[in-house]
Every structure is written in structure tokens, then in C-alpha cells.
T-cell receptor, first 119, second 118 residues
Framework: AQTVTQSQPEMSVQEAETVTLSCTYD???????LFWYKQPPSRQMILVIR??????QNATENRFSVNFQKAAKSFSLKISDSQLGDAAMYFCAYRRANAGGTSYGKLTFGQGTILTVHP | GAGVSQSPSNKVTEKGKDVELRCDPI?????LYWYRQRLGQGLEFLIYFQGNSAPDKSGLPSDRFSAERTGESVSTLTIQRTQQEDSAVYLC????????????????FGPGTRLTVL
């Protein structure tokens, strides 16, 4: 079974500064997807960024970028120029890519990191 | 267009009662997922529907939990004889089709139902 671990229960950053959230995962598969989701107090899960494991290039989405280290099974999220609206709970998630089995569409989530942004 | 909707937004019930939680997926989305999120925790997969295929119930924590989906529309998650440990936010997500190899199909989440069992 796959597991996802986020070792930072809480992180804080000053507005306009950069912060990195850590995530490690365990899997025996070679093809998979990794994601970072944001969950503000409204509970709405918002996809921030995704990475396909077969791509060596790190994904970027505006101020959000990842550092994907496949051999180390590490997938960190970097938020540049942090904004007050970035404050939320951030979840790292894993999903199988191969079509074997019936539940490969499900997401496996880490425990989450609460990000506080100070003005 | 409308996103995934869930009702009720909040539900308070007494231990031992049955509850039904509803999810309306985005129109045309064939895949539907239920997740549970305990306070301060990540999401746990419960059940997955894909079109007319048999659902994947591998995440249901006990036989008190069941879910149904009519075709590619509404889904209902039922919890019988609720226990205090069932208190959580129950989130539903839908995606356009079975997410296999090739272009990834994002899961779109609803706002969840917060269930409190007294």
C-alpha cells in the first residue's frame, strides 16, 4: 500500500517570503501522479499543482513549484512571494497511474501542513 | 458551471441514529469518490464509483457504511447506527472519466458535510 507523510504539522512565513513544505511517500510503482492540494477554512479542496512521475522536469504553476526527487521519494512544494491568501492547510497526495485494479483513481493523502502567513 | 455540491452542509445527530449524506457531482462526470476527513487529519478514501461498473468499496471502515449512486448522477453515503468516532467531514469528488494513463482527469471536490455525532 502507498503511504504519504508530511512531517511538518505547521509552518509559518512572512508575506512576500518563500516557504517550502515537505512531503515523502512510499510506493513500489514506477508510474504515478503526485499532487499538492490547498484547503482553506471553507473546506474546499483546491488543486495547486501536480507532477507526473515519468516527467523529470519539476512542475511549476506561477508562484508554486515542486522539487520532485523520484529516487528519494520526495515531493516538496515551494511557495514564492507568499501572500495572505496562501494561508491554508496543504495536503500532499498520491495516485496510481496504471490501470490495474479497481481503485487506482483514489487519492492517498498525507496528514497535512497548516501554513500561516504573517503580514 | 456548477461545481460538486453536497448536502447538508452540517449534520448533528445522536449516537445510534442513521444519517444520509448527499453528493451531486458535476454533470457528465462519470467517476465519483467519497472521502472522510477527521479533525486535523488528511483525507481517507471510502468508496469509488465509475459509470455502471461495480463500485470499489475497499475504503469503507465497517459494514455500517454504505453508498449508492444512480447511474452517473447523485450519490448517497449512509452511515447506520452512528458512533462518536464517525464524527468527521465527509467530502465527495467527481472527475470526467476514469483517470487512467494519459491526460490526467482532475478530481473536483465538494465543500463537504460536517457530521457531528453526540
Amino acid at each position: 500500500a502507498q503511504t504519504v507523510t508530511q512531517s511538518q504539522p505547521e509552518m509559518s512565513v512572512q508575506e512576500a517570503e518563500t516557504v517550502t513544505l515537505s512531503c515523502t511517500y512510499d510506493t513500489s510503482e514506477s508510474d504515478y501522479y503526485l499532487f499538492w492540494y490547498k484547503q482553506p477554512p471553507s473546506r474546499q479542496m483546491i488543486l495547486v499543482i501536480r507532477q507526473e512521475a515519468y516527467k523529470q522536469q519539476n512542475a511549476t504553476e506561477n508562484r508554486f513549484s515542486v522539487n520532485f526527487q523520484k529516487a528519494a521519494k520526495s515531493f516538496s512544494l515551494k511557495i514564492s512571494d507568499s501572500q495572505l491568501g496562501d494561508a491554508a492547510m496543504y495536503f500532499c497526495a498520491y495516485r496510481r497511474a496504471n490501470a490495474g485494479g479497481t481503485s487506482y483513481g483514489k487519492l492517498t493523502f498525507g496528514q497535512g501542513t497548516i501554513l500561516t502567513v504573517h503580514p | 458551471g456548477a461545481g460538486v455540491s453536497q448536502s447538508p452542509s452540517n449534520k448533528v445527530t445522536e449516537k445510534g441514529k442513521d444519517v444520509e449524506l448527499r453528493c451531486d457531482p458535476i454533470s457528465g462526470h462519470t467517476a465519483l469518490y467519497w472521502y472522510r476527513q477527521r479533525l486535523g487529519q488528511g483525507l481517507e478514501f471510502l468508496i469509488y464509483f465509475q459509470g455502471n461498473s461495480a463500485p470499489d468499496k475497499s475504503g469503507l471502515p465497517s459494514d455500517r457504511f454504505s453508498a449508492e449512486r444512480t447511474g452517473e448522477s447523485v450519490s448517497t453515503l449512509t452511515i447506520q447506527r452512528t458512533q462518536q468516532e464517525d464524527s468527521a467531514v465527509y467530502l465527495c469528488a467527481s472527475s470526467p472519466r476514469l483517470a487512467g494513463m494519459g491526460p490526467y482527469n482532475e478530481q473536483f471536490f465538494g465543500p463537504g458535510t460536517r457530521l457531528t455525532v453526540l
